[in-house]
T-cell receptor
Framework: DAKTTQPNSMESNEEEPVHLPCNHS???????IHWYRQLPSQGPEYVIH???SNVNNRMASLAIAEDRKSSTLILHRATLRDAAVYYCILRDVTGGGSNYKLTFGKGTLLTVNP | SAVISQKPSRDICQRGTSLTIQCQVD?????MFWYRQQPGQSLTLIATANQGSEATYESGFVIDKFPISRPNLTFSTLTVSNMSPEDSSIYLC???????????FGQGTRLTVV
């Protein structure tokens, strides 16, 4: 599996935007970029995913570099409830939907200050 | 979204005993997975639970230690056998629907082996 590199931790203030970076220099053409987050004492939850184009949903935006070697998860207005570990994961879609094994790295611990 | 019920939510067990963890989903899913999260660590995939056949284990995990059943499309069990303190972890069930790009996770089972 292609690997990702994320900062161990980041800090933000409430109601400010947060940009969480992820490097994946060995990404292949069949790798989707997925983001999950794990709130304290909970299982991970899906945030967003993309392949080449930038993506937006109700939770966040995903900005993907043109060469796809890096991406940034953007939380437009951080709240205290966004404090979590954020995981950037590459998912190889070769084999279609049957390949959904996720390889979690250490992620980025986001602290949100009131 | 999926409603995933994991039981028990937590347990304290004696070394040498076994514990069976149940994962029940509110609708039929394509894929079910079991993950382990050791204290302070990220998630590691244990195995893919295959409906009606033997589970597919990841490197470092064996059937004798972690037998898995999946008798139908909504239910799976993971047994942690002959437990030692090193097995103290959170065990999480994850499900994926066909043609979906999201994985859903249960709340996890926090296991402490004494």
């Amino acid at each position: 599996d292609a690997k990702t590199t994320q900062p161990n931790s980041m800090e933000s203030n409430e109601e400010e935007p947060v940009h969480l970076p992820c490097n994946h220099s060995t990404i292949s053409g069949t790798d989707y970029i997925h983001w999950y987050r794990q709130l304290p004492s909970q299982g991970p939850e899906y945030v967003i995913h993309g392949l080449t184009s930038n993506v937006n949903n109700r939770m966040a935006s995903l900005a993907i570099a043109e060469d796809r070697k890096s991406s940034t998860l953007i939380l437009h207005r951080a709240t205290l409830r966004d404090a979590a570990v954020y995981y950037c994961i590459l998912r190889d879609v070769t084999g279609g939907g049957s390949n959904y094994k996720l390889t979690f790295g250490k992620g980025t611990l986001l602290t949100v200050n009131p | 979204s999926a409603v995933i019920s994991q039981k028990p939510s937590r347990d304290i067990c004696q070394r040498g005993t076994s514990l069976t963890i149940q994962c029940q989903v509110d609708s039929q899913v394509t894929m079910m997975f079991w993950y382990r999260q050791q204290p302070g660590q990220s998630l590691t995939l244990i195995a893919t639970a295959n409906q009606g056949s033997e589970a597919t284990y990841e490197s470092g995990f064996v059937i004798d230690k972690f037998p898995i059943s999946r008798p139908n499309l909504t239910f799976s069990t993971l047994t942690v056998s002959n437990m030692s303190p090193e097995d103290s972890s959170i065990y999480l069930c994850s499900v994926v629907y066909q043609a979906n790009n999201e994985a859903f996770f249960g709340q996890g089972t926090r296991l402490t082996v004494v």
